[in-house]
């Protein structure tokens, strides 16, 4: 018998939904690259329901239990008194979600002796110290592609919606106003813009996809250049770093992951080289920026807008600069979380846990780390090291 332990997200706020908006979602063949989606032998849920919350408990409960094993569903998982971190201690495997991160940092690694497995439901792994992890010879998977198309569509909600200013204009509307010069004076087209993308990965490549038809000129940096043929297909700039990059770009949004590589890359220094009046989109993840950085050059007019659904630490603190700063667009870490991506990384989830206890191998496409080194996607795209530094300051959400 194995102890599990999965951290998600509370309910709403006003319970467990007993009916939903929408009857029915689009079942979805393959993923853009011809990868299947997750296969697991079957699913205890119906696509489309909350799985991602509490309650939801990913579908997983039937599953386990049927099989012997212990599963502990918390959302308690910030401080050395939360569940997760008590619950942790005899667990051989953690499941947790990029948007309400359980922070597996070194020091919770070098407690929890038992642990062998760490699924992230979604994608990003950050979350997790992958060094320690690697220094520990504990796997880390994640479930690709299963909500990269769901980020992609948010990227260029989130563009469009700074670039013509959309959320002023709705709150004029909501407060029961008719300003159209308000709305206006910070209302811009998106043809003919320079949009540079950091990271054409999954998500970086489906955002510039769903960018052409709206006749920008693309740009991007990332550590791989695309096929010859992309770029032609998507009349795309390469730059071989990101400082060649923003120089020349009205708008960027962010793809890559966070590793040591990426953290703070948007800093003073990078931001004092963009143009005046640029905007930043990122729904990669927060620490890619300086969080004071961004806020500075909100308030200077150096940035013109920023909306990013991914902060750090997750939750964050009720006084982080974020909420506050001027012409922002933020949401709070939903993008790779609809209801559509939740049956995905549900059913991956339980893909890779019946591949653990069958003792099969896990797709290599979901492994980020296995023994004690970088492997299948993570050693692609992540570099070696932690980037769970700070992370403790997460207790804060609730003291606030
Ligand atoms: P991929 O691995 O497919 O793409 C990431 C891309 O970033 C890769 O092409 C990678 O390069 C590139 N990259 C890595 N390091 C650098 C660097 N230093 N400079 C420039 N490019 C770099 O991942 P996805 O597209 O699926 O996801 C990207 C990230 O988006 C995730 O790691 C996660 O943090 C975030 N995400 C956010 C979600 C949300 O809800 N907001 C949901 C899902 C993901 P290469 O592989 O060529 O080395």
Request: proline letters at 6%; hydrophobic letters at 40%; charged letters at 20%.
């Amino acid at each position: 018998m194995s102890k599990i332990v999965c951290v998600l997200y509370d309910d709403p706020v006003d319970g467990y939904p007993k009916s939903y908006a929408v009857d029915s979602i689009p079942k979805i063949d393959h993923y853009p690259d011809g990868q299947t989606l997750p296969t697991p032998k079957a699913i205890d849920f119906k696509p489309g329901a909350l799985l991602g919350s509490v309650s939801g408990e990913l579908g997983l409960r039937k599953f386990l239990e049927s099989a012997g094993h212990q599963l502990v569903v918390t959302s308690d998982k910030d401080g050395p008194n939360s569940i997760f971190e008590k619950e942790l201690v005899d667990a051989e495997v953690v499941i947790s979600q990029p948007f309400w991160p359980a922070y597996l940092t070194a020091e919770r690694i070098a407690k929890a002796k038992k642990l062998k497995l760490a699924i992230t439901a979604g994608i990003g792994s950050d979350h997790v110290a992958l060094q320690a992890a690697m220094d520990k010879g504990i796997t880390v998977t994640e479930v690709t592609y299963c909500n990269s198309i769901s980020t992609a569509e948010h990227a260029v909600m989130m563009l469009l919606s700074q670039v013509r200013n959309y959320i002023p204009s709705y709150q004029w509307v909501v407060k029961g106003g008719w300003n159209i010069a308000d709305c206006v004076a910070r209302s811009y087209d998106l043809e003919g813009m320079n949009v540079g993308i950091v990271g054409a990965g999954r998500i970086g490549l489906a955002v510039m996809r769903r960018l052409k038809p709206f006749d920008v000129k693309l740009h991007y940096t990332d550590r791989h250049r695309l096929p010859l043929s992309v770029e032609k297909e998507l009349g795309a700039t390469f730059h071989p770093n990101v400082q060649a990059m923003v120089k020349v770009c009205d708008a960027i949004s962010i793809h890559a992951p966070l590793h040591p590589e990426t953290e703070h890359m948007f800093n003073d220094a990078l931001i004092a080289q963009m143009k005046r009046g640029a905007f930043i989109v990122n729904t990669a993840r927060g620490k890619i920026c300086d969080e004071n950085a961004i806020a500075r050059a909100l308030k200077s007019g150096k940035l013109a807008g920023y909306a990013g659904d991914v902060w750090f630490p997750q939750p964050a603190p009720k006084d982080h600069p974020w909420r506050t700063m001027p012409h922002h667009g933020m949401t709070p870490h939903t993008a790779g979380t609809t209801l559509n991506a939740q049956a995905r990384y549900a059913a991956g989830t339980r893909e890779i846990l019946e591949c653990w206890f069958a003792k099969k191998p896990i797709r290599s496409e979901y492994l980020i780390v296995e023994n004690g080194k970088l492997a299948g996607a993570g050693a692609h795209s992540y570099s070696a090291g932690n980037a769970t530094e700070g992370s403790g300051e997460a207790v804060r959400y609730k003291r606030a």
